[in-house]
C-alpha cells in the first residue's frame, strides 16, 4: 500500500495555478525528492500534504485514509507526518530533548521519554539531551529537527530543502547521515529541493516539476539517461544544445549525423549533448572517422573533472562552441586540436516545440 497518495491535486494562489493535476505515490521505506526550478509548485505540493495548505481540488491519501478531499481535511496534528523545515524550526526556549518531545503530547511520560530517547539515538544525539538549540551546530540542530519529525514514528516524513541552511562541506555529511536515518526508519519520505545532484544523491524516486506540473517521475538513472523532454535533460545537468533540420530521419550536425526518432522530415530538432558524452579523440588514433577537428579554446581544471572549451572546425571555418567533461585531471593546451565521438546515452534530440 502506498504510504502517502496525490490524486489529480490541483491549487491555485488567485489567478496562479501553483499545483496543476499532479498524481504522486510514495511507498513506506522509499524516499522520493520533488524537484524543479524555484516557483514551479514543490513546497506547495509539501504543505497541502502536511495539513498546512487547505486543499483546493483532488485528494491526498496517507496510508489508506484519506486524509484531505472535497469533505475531508484532516489537521497536521492528525496526519502521520513528520515535518522538517529549512530553517529546522527549533523551539529556541526548550532542551534538544523537549524539543523532541514537542510532539509526542499524547503519550505518558514514561513512554514519551523512550520515544524521545529512542529519536536521539536514531540521530546520535543522545549526548545533548539537555543542551539548547542555540549552543549546537547547524547540522547537530538539523539532526534533532529529524529526531522530533521521526520520534511519533509518522507514516510520512516530508522535509523542504533541508540542507540548504547548511555550508558545502556540512551540507554533504548531514545529507549523508539523513539518507541512512530515514532509510533505517522505513517511513516513506517525501522531499523538495531544488538541486539535482542532492535529488540523485537521496531519491529512490526522482518527481520533476516545472510550472505546477509532473513532466516527469523516475529513477534517478532513468531520469538522467532517458529524460523525457529538453526541459529534464537540461534541468538535470548542464547540456550542449544545437539545432538541426530532420532529414531522413536523422539530423546532421557538425558532429556527425544523429538520429531523430519519432521527429518528422523537416521538422526543426534541439539536439542537447551532456559535456561528458563528448571524447577527445587525440589525432592518429581515429583516422578516418570523418568526423570535423575541434580545436581547444581553455581548459579548467573543476576539482573531480576537467573541463574543456572546444571550438569544432567545420570546412575550415569554428563553427561551434563546446564544453567536454573529462574525469580528474586533463588539461590539453590552448590550440591542440582533437577529433570528437559521442557517447549517444547523453545525446538527446527532441523535437523543437517540446520545451516544457
Ligand atoms: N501563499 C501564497 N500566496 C500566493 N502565491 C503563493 C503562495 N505560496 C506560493 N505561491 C506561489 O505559488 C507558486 C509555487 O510556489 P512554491 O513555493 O510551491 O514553489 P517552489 O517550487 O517550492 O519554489 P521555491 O523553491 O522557490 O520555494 C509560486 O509562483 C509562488 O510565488
Do not use: W
Not at 14 to 32: K, P, Y
Not at 98 to 107: E, S, W
Not at 227 to 248: E, I, K, M
Not at 310 to 336: M, Q
Amino acid at each position: 500500500m502506498d504510504a502517502l497518495a496525490f490524486d489529480s491535486v490541483r491549487h491555485r494562489f488567485g489567478q496562479l495555478t501553483a499545483v496543476d493535476g499532479v498524481s504522486l505515490t510514495v511507498s513506506r521505506g522509499e524516499l522520493v525528492c520533488l524537484l524543479g526550478p524555484s516557483g514551479c509548485g514543490k513546497t506547495t505540493m509539501l504543505r497541502l500534504a502536511a495539513g498546512l495548505e487547505r486543499l483546493q481540488q483532488g485528494r491526498i491519501i496517507m496510508a489508506g485514509e484519506v486524509v484531505a478531499d472535497g469533505r475531508v481535511d484532516l489537521s497536521p496534528e492528525d496526519r502521520q507526518v513528520g515535518l522538517v523545515f529549512q530553517d529546522f524550526a527549533l523551539f529556541p526556549h526548550l532542551n534538544v530533548a523537549d524539543n523532541v518531545a514537542f510532539g509526542l503530547k499524547g503519550l505518558a511520560r514514561d513512554k514519551r521519554m523512550e520515544r524521545v530517547e529512542e529519536a536521539l539515538r536514531q540521530v546520535s544525539m543522545e549526548s545533548y539531551r539537555n543542551a539548547y538549540p542555540h549552543t549546537l551546530s547547524g547540522g547537530q540542530q538539523q539532526r534533532v529537527a529529524l529526531a522530533r519529525a521521526l520520534a511519533p514514528k509518522p507514516a510520512v516524513v516530508l522535509l523542504d530543502e533541508p540542507f540548504s541552511g547548511l555550508d558545502m562541506r556540512l551540507r554533504n555529511e548531514v545529507r549523508d547521515q539523513t539518507l541512512h536515518i530515514l532509510k533505517k526508519s522505513g517511513a516513506a519520505t517525501l522531499m523538495v529541493t531544488h538541486d539535482p545532484e542532492e535529488a540523485m544523491f537521496m531519491s529512490d524516486r526522482i518527481a520533476l516539476m516545472n510550472q505546477g506540473q509532473l513532466v516527469q517521475t523516475d529513477k534517478p538513472v532513468d531520469l538522467y539517461y532517458s529524460p523525457a523532454s529538453v526541459f529534464a535533460a537540461s534541468f538535470l545537468n548542464d547540456t550542449n544544445q544545437l539545432t538541426g533540420v530532420v532529414r531522413d530521419g536523422g539530423v546532421e550536425t557538425a558532429l556527425g549525423k544523429l538520429e531523430a526518432d519519432g521527429l518528422a522530415d523537416g521538422e526543426t530538432a534541439r539536439i542537447l549533448i551532456r559535456p561528458e558524452a563528448i571524447k577527445l579523440i587525440p589525432p592518429g588514433a581515429h583516422a578516418g572517422s570523418g568526423r570535423s577537428p575541434a580545436r581547444v579554446v581553455t581548459s579548467k581544471l573543476l576539482g573531480r573533472s576537467s573541463l574543456i572549451h572546444l571550438s569544432v572546425i567545420n570546412d575550415g571555418k569554428e563553427a561551434l562552441h563546446l564544453h567536454a567533461r573529462v574525469p580528474g585531471r586533463f588539461l590539453p593546451a590552448e590550440g591542440e586540436t582533437f577529433s570528437l565521438d559521442l557517447d549517444f546515452h547523453q545525446t538527446f534530440v527532441f523535437s523543437d516545440s517540446d520545451s516544457i
